[in-house]
């Protein structure tokens, strides 16, 4: 039983910043990955950040330079930093988990999403 909640999205002027939060909670014993993706209206969901359990990180082409992946001090929230935002950042934004539950089984878990909107 593990639930995603992302939290941090809004409207935004071009060049701008935002941060999104993503908490997981429930029986989770390990958390080998998490994700932040994106799905702006009519696109195919996007895979853009993941961070490992050694904290190692990779970013997809578009967002490399201006968007950061990271584990907060309870390494049940992970963060994205977004700056130099452009218009086309415009999306829904969402946290994805996979690791293992207390009971031993694995999940692979999404977010409800947080709206990000970045005006010209």
């Known amino acids: 039983q593990v639930k995603l909640v992302e939290s941090g999205g809004g409207l935004v002027q071009a060049g701008g910043s935002l941060s999104l939060s993503c908490a997981a909670s429930g029986s989770i014993f390990s958390m080998n990955v998490m994700g932040w993706y994106r799905q702006a209206p009519g696109n195919k969901r996007e895979l853009l950040a993941t961070i490992m359990a050694d904290d190692s990180t990779n970013y997809a082409y578009s967002v490399k330079g201006r968007f950061t992946i990271s584990r907060g001090s309870a390494k049940n929230t992970v963060y994205l930093q977004m700056h130099s935002l452009k218009p086309w950042d415009t999306a829904v934004y969402y946290c994805?988990?996979?690791?293992?539950?207390?009971?031993?089984?694995?999940?692979?878990?999404w977010g409800q999403g947080t709206k990000v909107t970045v005006s010209s």
């Open positions: 994805n988990a996979g690791g293992r539950t207390t009971t031993g089984s694995r999940y692979d878990l």
